[in-house]
C-alpha cells in the first residue's frame, strides 16, 4: 500500500489564482457540440457546493441530460454543511427520487457537496448506486481546506481525531469516482486523489471552481456515470 502524501492546504497565491475560473466561464462554459448520449435516463442527483446553491451546478446538470441522464436538483437552497437537519432531508431527497425513478440514485457532489454524498450514500446502500465527488475533501482532513470550520461542518460539532476516524471509516464503504485538478486552489488535491476505501480518481486541468462549469469535465462525469472509461 502506498504511503499517503503529505497534506497541506493550497498556498493563498493558487486560491487566488481560482480568479482565473472567470476565463474557464467565458472561454469554455458553452461548447457547440453536443455530449455523447451514454445515458439511460438513470437518475442523477447534483449536490453543490459549501455555500453555493443549484444555480451553481445549472451549466452540469444541462450537460448531463443532455448526454442522457435524468437530473435533479437537490432543492435545499444554500449548501451551509451537513449540519442541524441538512443531512436528514438530503437522504429523505434521495429516498424521493429512488422512489419516483424506480432505481438508485447516482451522487453527483461539488467540492464539499461530494463529502455528503459519499456520508449520506454510507447511510442509503439501497437507495444510492455510486458517487462522484468534484474535487472533494474526502479525507475529511481539516488541513485540506481553506474553508473555515470544514470538520465542525461535517461532524456537526467540533470533532477530534477519533471521530474523524470514524467518520472516513463509515464513509469509505462506498465505491466513489473522485476527479480533481492538482493546481485546486481550494481544496489540497491529495485530499481527492487519496480518498481512503474503494476510490478511483483522475486527475484533470483547471481551477476547482472550474470543475462545475468546464464541459470537459462534465463529459467526464457522463462517462464515468455509464461506466465508460475516462478519456483524457
Known amino acids: 500500500m502506498d504511503r499517503p502524501l503529505p497534506l497541506q492546504p493550497p498556498t493563498w497565491l493558487s486560491t487566488i489564482g481560482e480568479l482565473r475560473c472567470l476565463f474557464d466561464l467565458a472561454s469554455?462554459?458553452?461548447?457547440?457540440?453536443?455530449?455523447?448520449?451514454?445515458?439511460?435516463?438513470e437518475p442523477v442527483l447534483v449536490i453543490p457546493?459549501?455555500?453555493?446553491?443549484?444555480?451553481?451546478?445549472?451549466?452540469?446538470?444541462?450537460r448531463l441530460r443532455q448526454a442522457g441522464y435524468t437530473v435533479y436538483r437537490w432543492r435545499l437552497g444554500l449548501n451551509a454543511g451537513p449540519r442541524g437537519e441538512a443531512m436528514h432531508h438530503l437522504s429523505a431527497r434521495i429516498r424521493q427520487i429512488a422512489r419516483h425513478s424506480g432505481r438508485p440514485v447516482h451522487l453527483v457532489g461539488w467540492s464539499l457537496g461530494g463529502?455528503?454524498?459519499?456520508?449520506?450514500?454510507?447511510?442509503?446502500?439501497?437507495?444510492?448506486?455510486?458517487?462522484?465527488?468534484?474535487g472533494?475533501?474526502?479525507?475529511?482532513?481539516?488541513?485540506?481546506?481553506?474553508?473555515?470550520?470544514?470538520?465542525s461542518l461535517v461532524c456537526g460539532k467540533h470533532a477530534d481525531d477519533r471521530e474523524v476516524r470514524a467518520m472516513v471509516r463509515r464513509s469509505a464503504r462506498v465505491?466513489?469516482?473522485?476527479?480533481?485538478?492538482?493546481?485546486?486552489?481550494?481544496?489540497?488535491?491529495?485530499?481527492?486523489?487519496?480518498?481512503?476505501?474503494?476510490?478511483?480518481?483522475?486527475?484533470?486541468e483547471g481551477s476547482h471552481l472550474g470543475l462545475v462549469i468546464n464541459p470537459r469535465v462534465h463529459d467526464l462525469v457522463a462517462q464515468a456515470l455509464a461506466h465508460a472509461a475516462p478519456a483524457h
Open 175 to 204: 465505491p466513489v469516482i473522485s476527479i480533481f485538478s492538482r493546481s485546486d486552489g481550494v481544496v489540497a488535491w491529495e485530499a481527492s486523489a487519496q480518498a481512503p476505501g474503494d476510490c478511483i480518481a483522475h486527475c484533470v
Open 136 to 151: 472533494s475533501p474526502l479525507t475529511a482532513d481539516p488541513r485540506s481546506s481553506r474553508l473555515s470550520g470544514l470538520l
Open 49 to 62: 457546493g459549501f455555500g453555493t446553491g443549484d444555480s451553481a451546478t445549472c451549466l452540469l446538470r444541462h
Open 115 to 134: 463529502l455528503m454524498a459519499r456520508v449520506v450514500a454510507a447511510r442509503l446502500p439501497r437507495q444510492v448506486h455510486r458517487v462522484i465527488a468534484l
Open 28 to 41: 469554455r462554459a458553452w461548447p457547440t457540440a453536443r455530449p455523447v448520449r451514454c445515458g439511460r435516463g
